[in-house]
């Protein structure tokens, strides 16, 4: 079976631009979650949805939007982007919602911002 | 506030010698725990996670991690390392809430000497 899967793999924007990142979880899985991964740090949470709700969301400006399609794949959209947007993010999927599920990542999406 | 550290940023290891990984984890109650490995150019890939029960929990990949309610730690531990097991290392902590945010450490890079 096809694991995660995230496009593109790596993008280069400006400041200023939206970028939107893309992410088809593990078939059978109702759950995305997305996070940023700055280089030399742990990845952080930016948000979770579950069934095309959204079940949480973290510590992100409103910049920061995200939408889960009836197939369960994911969108993330950065608006009015900033250097301190360049980072790895990357997208897990999970069966179910809470209770600790595992979360299975996928590769990642290297955002590049100039 | 829910938190991570690692203390270690980054430890070199003989082949064959044994590794153990420090965790100290922030929470109010007893929480998910888990311990992801990231390789250069790769996802996140789960070694082991500790919900209850045996505080002493078996992964993939020969690793081991003790779960220590009175130290708030959660360590990692290999016997024998291999040259294959140099990469990234997380430390997370997982909320018991409805939903799946997950808390990542600032990770340690291990670095394997033939």
């Known amino acids: 079976d096809a694991g995660v899967t995230q496009s593109p793999t790596h993008l280069i924007k400006t400041r200023g631009q939206h970028v939107t990142l893309r992410c088809s979880p593990i078939?059978?899985?109702?759950?995305v979650s997305w996070y940023q991964q700055v280089l030399g740090q742990g990845p952080q949470f930016i948000f979770q949805?579950?069934?095309?709700?959204?079940?949480g969301r973290g510590n992100f400006p409103d910049r920061f939007s995200a939408r889960q399609f009836p197939n369960y794949s994911s969108e993330l959209n950065v608006n009015a982007l900033l250097l301190g947007d360049s980072a790895l993010y990357l997208c897990?999927?999970?069966?179910?919602?809470?209770?600790?599920?595992?979360?299975?990542f996928g590769p990642g999406t290297r955002l590049t911002v100039l | 506030a829910q938190s991570v550290t690692q203390p270690d940023i980054h430890i070199t290891v003989s082949e064959g010698a044994s590794l153990e990984l420090r965790c100290n984890y922030s929470?109010?109650?007893?929480?998910?725990l888990f311990w992801y490995v990231q390789s250069p150019g790769q996802g996140l890939q789960l070694l082991l996670k500790?919900?209850?029960?045996?505080?002493l929990v078996q992964g993939i990949k020969g690793f081991e991690a003790e779960f220590k309610r009175s130290q708030s730690s959660f360590n990692l531990r290999k016997p024998s390392v291999h040259w294959s097991d140099a990469a990234e290392y997380f430390c997370?902590?997982?909320?018991?809430?409805?939903?799946?945010?997950?808390?990542f450490g600032p990770g340690t890079s291990l670095s394997v000497i033939p």
């Open positions: 897990a999927s999970s069966s179910a919602s809470g209770g600790g599920n595992e979360q299975f």
């Open positions: 078939s059978g899985h109702k759950s």
């Open positions: 949805y579950y069934e095309k709700e959204e079940r």
């Open positions: 929470y109010g109650a007893t929480p998910y």
């Open positions: 500790y919900f209850s029960g045996d505080t």
């Open positions: 997370a902590v997982g909320a018991k809430t409805s939903y799946d945010k997950v808390i």
